[in-house]
Structures are given as C-alpha cells and as structure tokens.
C-alpha cells in the first residue's frame, strides 16, 4: 500500500543552525508533495509544493528537495529561530491529500 | 485570504450525545471540503470528503452512520459525531481547496478538540 513516512521523533537543533526534516515514499510515486506547518491544537498550515519534475523549490528560509532516486523529500529551515518550533507534515495526493505523521522541530534559543 | 473557519475550537459532552461541529469557507467556494481526525502525536487520517449537494464520500473505517456530514452550501459543511463514546474523543479539522486544482493547498480550520465523558 501507499505510505508517506516521516521522522516521528523530535529534531532539536540550535538557533541558527538549519533544520533538515526528512519525508520518504513507498510503493508510489507522487506528482507532487506539499510541506505544512502545524502548531499545538492548530490546523496546519501550507508551506511548499515541490513536483516530481522539480528538483528545488525555495521561499524565504525555507527549501524542499525531491529526489525520485531516493523517493525523498527533504525539508530545510535555514537560520532557524525558536519560532520555527513546531510540527511539519508531508502529504501528498490527487483528489485528496495522505500526511505522513510530522516531525515535531524544536529550535532552542 | 482562503480561510477556513471552524466552530466549536472545544466541547465536552456527555457519552451517548451527539455533537455537531460547522466548518466554513469564509473568503471562497468549496464544492468539496474533507474531514480529519487526528489523535495526539499521530498523523492526520482522512475521515471523508463532503461533496456540496450530494453524499459524502467515507474512507475506509469510518463509520458513516456514525459521522454524518451534510454539506448543504457551497461555505458549509457540518459534521455530527452521533452517539458519541469516549474513544471518539480526538481532533477534529476540516479543510478545502479554494480552487478546483488537485495541486491546489488545503486551507484548514483551526480544528475541533472533541472530549467525550
């Protein structure tokens, strides 16, 4: 079956450091993957779409990668802040979207 | 813009009473809008997608006769947990798309933390 698999654990890093966040694939290949941020007792919100033909895709501090070698997606945040803190969700889809189970990201001051 | 609004953020009610949670697109249309249900630490699994003026479409799972969804308006879907058990207790989110585009991003309501005693 489908599966959208992401770092359940915590990443913890430093302020200013970059965060790398990790979103892998299996038994599909998907036309596109869309990155959200979501906040304690909040719905998420959307960050990126990255497609499959697409190799990078930036805004602002963030980039996400898609590597259909590796069926992965990688997420980063560049000069993370303690802000940043919180989880973020991979999904991806047609007429609806699969998310995988988040990664939470703590960015310590 | 693309907000999605959602009402109750909480409630409590007691096991074997319904409860009726309201999700509206405040700034746009949604034909279709879907249904999560998270529990905590998990991901977020899709209950159903409400189709404005027909059935609702249930994953698999989902009890139908339990979560009734009624999405009467092209800004309103309402979703009713019906003789609700502790083991209902989760997050509820709805969400939509502001444009009919698969690659188009879901705009989600703030969800609904459900308790039931």
């Known amino acids: 079956s489908q599966k959208i698999e992401q770092n359940s654990e915590a990443l913890n890093i430093q302020e200013g450091k970059t965060a790398t966040l990790t979103c892998n694939y299996t038994?599909?290949?998907?036309?596109?993957l869309q990155w959200y941020r979501q906040d304690p007792g909040r719905g998420p919100v959307f960050l990126l779409l990255?497609?499959?033909?697409?190799k990078e895709k930036r805004k602002e501090r963030l980039k996400v990668t898609f590597d259909t070698t590796l069926k992965q997606s990688l997420f980063h945040i560049t000069a993370s802040q303690p802000a940043d803190s919180a989880t973020y969700l991979c999904?991806?889809?047609?007429?609806?979207?699969?998310f995988g189970k988040g990664t939470m990201l703590l960015v310590s001051p | 813009g693309a907000v999605v609004s959602q009402h109750p953020s909480w409630v409590i009610c007691k096991s074997g009473t319904s409860v009726k949670i309201e999700c509206r697109s405040l700034d746009f249309q949604a034909t279709t809008m879907f249904w999560y249900r998270q529990f905590p630490k998990q991901s977020l699994m899709l209950m159903a997608t409400?189709?404005?003026?027909?059935?609702?479409?249930?994953e698999q799972g989902v009890e139908k006769d339990k979560f009734l969804i009624n999405h009467a308006s092209l800004t309103l879907s309402t979703l009713t947990v019906t003789s609700a058990h502790p083991e209902d207790s989760s997050f509820y989110i709805c969400?939509?798309?502001?444009?009919?585009?698969?690659?188009?991003?879901?705009?989600f309501g703030n969800g609904t933390r459900l308790t039931v005693t």
């Open positions: 969400s939509a798309r502001s444009t009919g585009s698969y690659e188009s991003p879901l705009h």
């Open positions: 999904g991806s889809g047609y007429s609806t979207l699969t």
């Open positions: 038994n599909y290949s998907p036309a596109y």
């Open positions: 990255i497609r499959e033909n697409e």
């Open positions: 409400s189709n404005e003026g027909s059935k609702a479409t249930y």
